[in-house]
């Protein structure tokens, strides 16, 4: 079986405003009248004015603002916990994009960065970590974390850390060995703790809590903890997890190469169910509309009941999914599954039952991801090495771009960035 690239096979503190509501009483004299009749000794003296009334109370201070984020963050491969690839704030992307900067790595960039802060982080096929700004691309600290890898990082916003899966860190490698995850710190890229795997990873990791979730290719699945990489519990599968995990209800889902979906209690690591698929699963899972959805090598993508594992549905196309799927609730249209195949199409599925609502002939085969920001779901094709959008609803082209393979885009909100098969592009 052909495998692409190096896997296959492998958040303005505003001035405190003090209103001051002190209510000013208005003292009215009483107006006694005097009287003659049978009157009452005290009634020659008025009586004395009601007391003045005291003043209002001041409203509590108002909290000070946080400080708006720099941008949206795009903490881990997939955008959410759930891996749907749905970044619903991307409108802005209905038009015209030009090249603001760009960086040209050197290496292939199989998978796409994370955003945190204006920065992006990523590792490239040479196990190379590193930073750019996002306003210019510069470049504010690389390390090297291995020696070969294939996997997108992941933040723990809380211990200001990055995660690195690696294939190999055996000095020269030049394919998948020991593996190993690396936390190295967001700000200098200094490696805080790092823990060895006995076989390589290409499964993007996952952050939730204090727990950063891992499989590798002899099919273990990993919770590490964050801080520290103390293991908290490990899982033995029937195949190599290649594809990354999922993350919804206290629960992770992934596929393997033994052709089954897992999911486990994210706490402990114990089995919840497992369902059996047609071949391998190198697709990362999406997690949405009670369903977990993964592409498999048999040339299906498939829907199972994310509380049972039961099958919902299954659609086949014609080739191998090594893709992994978008989903989105389009506004029109409703839930939708978007995904690639190494057939040269790209689909739209209904969520619910499976059915098509269109296809789109792609010119080459697709392996990486689809992304979806706003109204355009973005892929890359490895025939045409290009990078395209198209209309969530009818599946026009509204865009192309000369450059890309593997998982297209991703933003902070203000601008898009293009990742083509060994440079990075920041879209305008």
Do not use: C
């Amino acid at each position: 079986m052909p495998s692409p690239g190096l896997r296959r096979g492998l958040v303005a503190v505003a001035g405190l405003l003090l209103t001051t509501g002190v209510a000013v009483a208005v003292l009215v004299p009483h107006n006694s009248a005097t009287t003659h009749h049978r009157r009452d000794p005290a009634a020659s003296v008025a009586p004395a004015p009601p007391p003045p009334l005291p003043p209002a109370p001041l409203p509590p201070p108002r909290p000070k603002p946080r400080p708006a984020p720099a941008d949206d963050p795009w903490p881990l491969y997939g955008y959410n916990l759930a891996r749907t690839r749905f970044f619903p704030n991307g409108a802005k992307f209905d038009r015209p994009l030009h090249v603001g900067w760009k960086l040209q790595d050197g290496a292939l960039l199989e998978f796409p960065p994370v955003i945190y802060d204006n920065t992006l982080y990523f590792e490239d096929a040479d196990g190379s970590a590193k930073a750019l700004r996002t306003t210019n691309g510069h470049l504010l600290w690389q390390s090297k974390a291995g020696t070969v890898a294939a996997a997108s990082p992941a933040l723990d916003l809380r211990h200001k850390l990055v995660f690195f899966a690696l294939l190999s860190t055996t000095p020269g490698a030049k394919a998948p060995g020991n593996g190993a995850v690396v936390a190295v710190s967001m700000k200098t890229g200094k490696t805080v703790w790092s823990r060895s795997l006995p076989a390589g990873s290409e499964s993007s990791p996952l952050v939730h809590g204090l727990s950063v979730f891992l499989g590798d290719q002899g099919g273990t699945v990993y919770s590490f903890r964050t801080y520290d990489g103390h293991l908290n519990w490990a899982f033995q599968a029937g195949g190599a997890v290649k594809g990354g995990v999922a993350f919804a209800h206290d629960t992770i889902y992934f596929g393997d190469y033994g052709a089954h979906v897992y999911a486990l209690n994210a706490a402990d690591g114990q089995e919840i169910w497992s369902a059996s698929g047609g071949d391998s699963f190198y697709s990362t899972p999406a997690v949405a509309f009670g369903r977990v959805y993964i592409g498999s090598t048999s040339g299906a993508v498939y829907a199972f009941w994310a509380n049972s594992g039961a099958t919902s549905w299954t659609a086949s196309t014609g080739a191998y999914v090594y893709a992994s799927p978008a989903v989105a609730d389009v506004p029109g249209l409703g839930p939708t599954v978007y995904i690639g195949s190494y057939d040269g199409s790209f689909y739209a599925y209904d969520a619910d039952s499976g059915g098509v609502r269109w296809s789109h002939a792609a010119g080459g085969r697709i392996d990486g991801s689809a992304t979806v920001l706003g109204n355009v779901v973005y892929y890359s094709d490895l025939g045409s090495n290009r990078t395209a959008g198209l209309d969530l609803r009818t599946g026009r082209q509204v865009f192309s771009f000369p450059d890309g393979e593997f998982s297209p885009v991703i933003t902070d909100s203000k601008v898009m960035f293009l990742i083509g098969y060994s440079t990075i592009y920041q879209m305008l």
